[in-house]
């Protein structure tokens, strides 16, 4: 039977097998790999809202399968999926290539079906997406649950009139564009629908567990997400998802909140299905004064099992993390300074000292918390070479500051490929000393076909260029894995381990540099396949350890008498402390 709509996933390149990419660090700090195949939490929420109005929907993450086998046919699998629309996600900048590839292979097989485009850089590239004869369609907005709702009914009925639904940008039969406001902006999130249960229970019906993972090595080591918030208070400069990029790109002026109580409901109903560490998404104080004391209290209330990990966007003291101890028990965060040069944080937008970033670690290992993921960036506004490597040797002070056996974890890595499009610096680069190398969408799908992370970056800075954030950002790896040697974290084995990676990553970089002088094309790319398999051997933990990212925790197989119980529950009424039963 056919579906009524499937979300797809692209790899960042298409086809990245085929091509010789040495990706670089750009992509050490997140779970998924540099093919960033991890898809946006989005795609379970219009499934969960569509699947509720009757529709028959899926999941199908291309660039998971892709990495799972080098022999998995991409064509094959396009042309044995069926449906009226294939969603495809261009949530951020990294996927422009993949998914506009993704694209025109869904219309070769699939001719007559619509081809759909949303997320944040879909919403920002919503012209040029839509001069592209494969793309019929792109949804605009942060909240396109409804919106796609009313699309599939005016599709059951046969319409090819769209003008009334909401935040849609389409293509008529003559290929003329319309443009519908983004009119649908909602104050709150209580009416999302958040169900993970949705997701298993697709999974099971295709039975296509590899297809649906939502990053590579899920399966194994599983983690939960849940969201406080679609928009920010904050306006930090380089962010697309800051408050007047929202603004921009979403027409959203103001933050919508999901409520504390709603969210713990969240919390425990995606418990039921495995005992995994669930990660709150958002800084729960933005919500307001007694919004995360709620949201805790009401985690506790629940008697929720599973650790919790959360982020924190500003500093925190002794008040609020005995709050969560008191409430949650041991916890784990993630908090992202990126640079302990107070200068380049303030030109970001972040006016916070430096002793706060202290107290705040103290203070969370001090009331209950296991875990402390602190991030560091290089390319940023202001920065020098020198102020990148000061930050990686504060490191040494905030390892000092709190016990040895304390999970103090600090990464430093470059900033993002690109700058987020919409964001007050991509608007307004010389204001904040950053010169770009693409500004179009074709001209960054350009980019990330080049050989060498370091020629994918868009950009450079008045303070340094793309050759300086380089080996800036190796100096820096470095640096670091000695002074976590030095305080004594890491065994000497794998200090001499991460420097010979780092360096090992650097030569290679520095020998594509020397094959793009060669003018002779066959040449040029016989030398780039030559060393393409010792950049694979590099593409996941580049100069930092990844698997320090991983939360130990049960694979789903082994939580799969919680998935069949949770399962259960989905089916019957029942109470649990004072959760409530969703309508």
Known sequence: ????IIFLHAPSVYDF??????????SDVVPSTPVFEMYPIGFMTMSSHLEAAGFRTRIVNIAVQMLQSKDFDVEKRIKSLHAKVYAIDLHWMPHCH????????????????????GGFSSSYFYEELLAMPWIDMVMRGDSTEIPHVKLMQALEKGCTDFSNIPNLAWKDKDSKVHVNEVSFIPDDLDWVKFDYGTMIKNTMKHMDIKGALPWLGWDKLPMLSVFTVRGCSLNCAECGGSHEANKRLLCRGKAAFRSPEKLAEDIAAAGDYLKTPVFIIGDPRQGGKDYAERLFKNIHDLGVDNHIAFEIFLPAGDEFFSMVNHYIGEYSMEFSPDSHDEVVRLAMGKGYDNRSIEKTVTSSFNNGCTRFDLFYMTGLPSQTRESALDSVRAAKGLWDSVKKDDGLFIYNAPFAPFVDPGSRAFEDPEKWGYRFFARTLEEHRALLENPSWKLVLSYETKWMNRDQIAETSYDCANELAKIEFEAGRIPEEMYTSRVERTEYARDVMRRIDEIMTIKDDIERNDKLWGIKREGEELMNSTI???KDLDWLTGSIWSNAPRVAAGLLKSYLPFNRGKRRICQ
């Open 544 to 546: 930092n350890n990844k």
């Open 98 to 117: 993949g998914a506009v590839e993704l694209a025109k292979i869904v219309k070769k097989y699939h001719p007559d079906a619509i081809v759909e485009f």
């Open 1 to 4: 039977m056919a579906d009524d």
């Open 17 to 26: 097998r085929k091509k010789p990419i040495f990706y670089g660090p750009v």
